[in-house]
């Protein structure tokens, strides 16, 4: 993933699995801080 962004929080929805979840480990090895939306909380917080 290109950095296009200044900034360095991302917030990705559908991120507790899947594409989404592979996004919020690929931003968080990147140094970004994540936060990540999803109706599976669960799953959600396992990833946090």
Do not use: H, N
Not at 9 to 33: D, E, K, N, P
């Amino acid at each position: 993933m290109a950095d296009q962004s200044p900034t360095r929080t991302a917030l990705v929805t559908g991120g507790a699995r899947g594409i989404g979840g592979a996004v919020c480990r690929r931003l968080a090895a990147q140094g970004r801080s994540v936060a990540i939306a999803d109706l599976l909380v669960s799953q959600g917080e396992a990833l946090a």
